[in-house]
Structures are given as C-alpha cells and as structure tokens.
C-alpha cells in the first residue's frame, strides 16, 4: 500500500532553521507532490505551498521568503526547507501527494518555535 511519511520536525529557537521531509513508499506509479499543509491547536488548516505540475510553487505569504521546497523524484521525496523560524510557525506540518490518481497524506510531523 502507498504510505507517506513526513519527518525532521521538532523543537527550534526563533530564527533557526528546520528541514522537513515527505517521503513515499509502496506500489507508485506516479509521483505527484499536491503542497504543504499546517494545522496549529485551536486554528484551521492552512495551505503553507502548493506544488503545480510537480515544479511550479505558491507560497502562503506568512512563509514567503523564509519556507522553499524541493524534491528527489529518485528518492520519491519532498522537502520543506524552513528558515528564520518564527513562534507562529510552530503547528502540525502535513504533506499531500498524489499517485495512482488518488490523494494521500503523511501522519504529520510537530515543528514547536519557542517563544
């Protein structure tokens, strides 16, 4: 079965930096990165980047200039690049894929940015 698994998240000071990876397994045909999502406790989702056709990205304008994503099609990976780390960053990270023409998402990955 396809699985998407994000990692690298965790505790940073205010400015530091933070790379988050997304990475799928299983039975792929195609890989298809769909964006970023964050969810803090007690706020809604947000879209935090989308990717369009695998290359072209939009970023949420609270992380533009800081976040910047990549990705290994080798490795089947995508990256979340996050620098000067604010505390409004800190939230639940997601990422979303497309493959076999059906939408997946990881379990999350916690990012804290202490006060």
């Known amino acids: 079965q396809v699985q998407l698994v994000e990692s690298g998240g965790g505790l940073v000071q205010p400015g530091g930096s933070l790379r988050l990876s997304c990475a799928a397994s299983?039975?792929?045909?195609?890989?298809?990165?769909m964006g970023w999502y964050r969810q803090a406790p007690g706020k809604q989702r947000e879209l935090v980047v989308s990717?369009?056709?695998?290359?072209?990205?939009r970023y949420a304008d609270s992380v533009r200039g800081r976040f910047t994503v990549s990705r290994d099609n080798a490795k089947k990976t995508v990256y979340l690049q996050m620098n000067s780390l604010k505390p409004e960053d800190t939230a639940v990270y997601y990422c979303?894929?497309?493959?076999?023409?059906?939408?997946?998402w990881g379990q999350g990955t916690q990012v804290t940015v202490s006060s």
């Open positions: 979303n894929a497309v493959t076999g023409m059906r939408d997946y």
């Open positions: 299983g039975s792929i045909f195609d890989f298809n990165p």
């Open positions: 990717i369009s056709r695998g290359v072209s990205t």
